[in-house]
């Protein structure tokens, strides 16, 4: 088994070989890379993220992707991804070595709506320079309204199950809060991309990040109440500080939902 530090080596091959493998290919326009490898953040536990811009539309012909996906190394398992809301991607891992390879499936037009500029690996003919150049990317904001007519519910939500007993299912709820609010703000705090928790190791403040690690709980009813208790707190904080008056609150809601957690805390 080859040493840990050399795996960020052969994910560079992986992507140089793809060039090579491509560029004679004239279907293909071109190919970008996302993620640690465009943004220079590559380590030993990176996978590569992946943008092939074809000449027509082929995300919708899963066969024609993995076609592609073959070619490109010594493919074990493939699937595309429903569950993340992206049917043009193709979640594959390769052996020899293991390597986890995201490939996204656009056509020139559908790689202008893009929230990152990736690093340009392949551009026969300059078409995803032009684009880059010409258009903006943009990563969806968060929008604190959104946040605040929810939030109040949500909280309601994981209370029941703990009143219910369902452990598992507050536990899960606790991550939902974490991965839908409390994350993005905290990272919009630090002025990074809201990116739900990826990386709040790193990219948050230690006190921060210590208050973030109040929300995780065990299975148990104390602990949850107060992991619960502690993403209120820390929302509330972040909404003080990041919300402007044209964020209406929901004041009410906050009472009642309250006076319920209070019911329960016993």
């Known amino acids: 088994m080859a040493p840990i530090n050399t795996i960020q080596m052969h994910q560079k091959k992986f992507a140089s070989k793809a060039v090579e493998i491509l560029k004679k290919d004239p279907f293909v326009i071109g190919l970008a890379a996302g993620g640690s490898l465009m943004s220079g953040e590559l380590d030993d536990f990176s996978d590569i993220d992946l943008v092939m811009v074809t000449k027509e539309k082929i995300s919708h012909k ?108 507050a536990l899960d709820f606790l991550s939902f809060l974490r991965i839908t609010v409390l994350g993005p703000l905290l990272h919009i705090k630090h002025g990074n991309l809201p990116r739900g928790v990826r990386k709040v190791e790193t990219k948050l403040t230690e006190n921060d990040f210590q208050k973030l690690k109040g929300t995780v709980a065990t299975h148990d009813k104390q602990s949850l109440m107060t992991a619960v208790l502690n993403a209120i707190l820390i929302y509330k904080d972040l909404r003080s500080e990041l919300f402007d008056p044209t964020v209406t609150c929901r004041q009410q809601a906050e009472e009642r939902v309250m006076e319920f957690y209070e019911s329960l805390d016993f």
């Not at 070619?71 to 398992?77: A, D, E, F, R, Y």
């Not at 020139?108 to 990152?116: S, Y």
């Not at 026969?124 to 946040?147: A, H, R």
Request: proline share 4%; with cysteine; charged share 30%.
């Open 62 to 169: 899963k066969d024609r992707m993995m076609e592609y996906a073959n070619k490109l190394g010594n493919l074990l398992t493939a699937f595309t991804g429903e569950h993340v809301g992206e049917t043009r991607l193709l979640i594959c891992l390769y052996d020899d070595p293991l390597l986890h390879v995201d490939i996204k499936f656009v056509t020139l037009d559908e790689f202008k709506e893009r929230v990152e500029d990736p690093y340009v690996l392949l551009d026969n003919n300059g078409f995803l320079k032009e684009v880059i150049q010409t258009t903006t990317s943009q990563w969806p904001p968060l929008e604190y309204q959104w946040v605040e007519d929810r939030f109040w519910t949500f909280i309601h939500y994981g209370l029941l199950k703990i009143g219910r007993g369902e452990y598992f299912e």
